[in-house]
Structure formats: C-alpha cells, structure tokens
C-alpha cells in the first residue's frame, strides 16, 4: 500500500471526486480526514472505510470558512501528528452568464472553490513545512482552458484555481525562486487536474519523479493524453 503511515485531508469527500479519492487513499493505507458540509455522506464514507478496515474522521462544515479549516489541520496534528496530503475537491456550480448570474450566486461559487482551496492550503502548508514536505492536490476544469456557455462563474473560479496553484508550487522560498515549496529533501507539490482534460503544476525536487507522467507537466496546460476519469485522478493524486 502506497500510503501507509501518511496522513490525508480530502474536502468534498461526501461525493464525487473527493469521495472517491478518500476511499482510494483509505485503501492505500493513509488516515483520512473527510470534510464535506454533507456529514449524512461523510458518515456513509467513514462507514465504508472502516468497513474495510481503513482509517478516518469526519469533519462537516463549510470549506468557506477560515476557522474551519484551521480546525481540521489542528485536529489531524493533534490525533496524527503529521499531514502529509491535502486534496481540495469541495466545489460546486450555479449556472447562469455574466448577464445572467446573480452576485450573490458568484460570490458563493467563488467562495467555496476557490477560498476552499485557499484557505485549506494556507492551513495545510505549514504544518507540511515543519515536516519538510507535503502534497497538495486542487481541482480546476478543462473548462478553464476551453470556456463554455452559461456556467460564467464556475469558469472563472476554475481558472482562478489553476493561476493559485501556480502561485504556490512557484513561491519563493527563502527570498530565492524555486520550482516548489521547497524544504529540506522535498517539495510541497500544488497540482491540479480536470475530468475533462488533466492539466497540473507539480514541483518535483530531489528525483521524485510522478510515475504516471502523462497525467502530470509544469505548464497550465491541456495535456494530449486524452479525457480523464475520476478513477484516472484518483490513480494520478497517489504520484505526488
């Protein structure tokens, strides 16, 4: 098992993408702590994963919100003493065009997809400093790249997901430009993917390098390696 010992945050993990993620890197051996404001299926998760002899927590509440996210990077440092994966998936969509959309719908859309991840990085990067090293994993949309009609802020957050995570997996560390956060033999690595086209950032020091290299490049770019399934970024997450 590829995880054994590590320990993981995953948001939105009451469906989707997140959900199917907790359950992989639960039977991969990590701890994870599933966040979700659906704790009806946080709790159908943990009870899956016990159920196969997996380990994990649930943490309900509302990835928008700064002290919820310290919360839970404070209980899993408590109750583990380490964080090694942080997989930012809570997000959602309201439809509409820039004609169309109400403000109010563009502020909670931006607020859950792109304050969720963040917000949950800013929690998570620390604590992954102090060890030396980390993994985090953001969400974005082929849609950010190609467009689309009538999902105005879901586009833009999504974009808005890519450009942060460049951000981070390019922060200066030590006032001297580095591909990653880096500290010590290890990088925390930002990367972010899409079920329609995987693109990703990933810093990559010391030789580590991700096994499945088409799901993985240092551009904000569409890769060739066709469409991906939720299982394929699953799969793909398990390479940082």
């Not at 928008?64 to 109750?79: I, K, L, P, W, Y």
């Not at 690595?189 to 329609?196: Q, R």
Request: charge should be neutral; proline fraction near 2%; glycine fraction near 14%.
């Amino acid at each position: 098992m590829r995880l054994t010992g590590r320990n993981a945050i995953v948001t939105g993990a009451g469906s989707g993408i997140g959900r199917a993620s907790a359950v992989l890197f639960a039977k991969e051996g990590a701890f994870v702590a599933l966040v979700d404001r659906d704790r009806a299926g946080l709790q159908e998760r943990l009870t899956a994963i016990e159920g196969d002899k997996g380990q994990a927590s649930v943490h309900a509440g509302d990835v928008s919100e700064a002290d919820f996210a310290q919360t839970v990077v404070s209980d899993v440092m408590a109750r583990r003493g380490r964080l090694d994966v942080l997989m930012a998936a809570a997000g959602f969509s309201c439809g509409g065009t820039v004609l169309t959309t109400d403000p109010a719908d563009w502020d909670a859309v931006f607020r859950t997809n792109v304050g969720g991840t963040w917000l949950w990085s800013r929690a998570a990067v620390p604590e992954m400093q102090r060890r030396g090293g980390g993994s985090i994993i953001t969400l974005a949309s082929q849609l950010a790249i190609a467009g689309g009609k009538g999902n105005s802020a879901y586009i833009a957050a999504k974009g808005a997901i890519g450009q942060l995570t460049y951000g981070t997996g390019t922060a200066p560390v030590n006032g001297a430009a580095n591909t990653g956060t880096q500290v010590g033999n290890y990088a925390i690595t930002g990367a972010t993917a899409s079920t329609g086209y995987p693109f990703a950032i990933s810093a990559i020091v010391s030789g580590l390098t991700p096994r499945t290299a088409d799901w993985f490049d240092t551009n904000l770019a569409a890769l060739t390696g066709g469409t991906a399934s939720v299982q394929n970024l699953t799969c793909s997450a398990l390479e940082l």
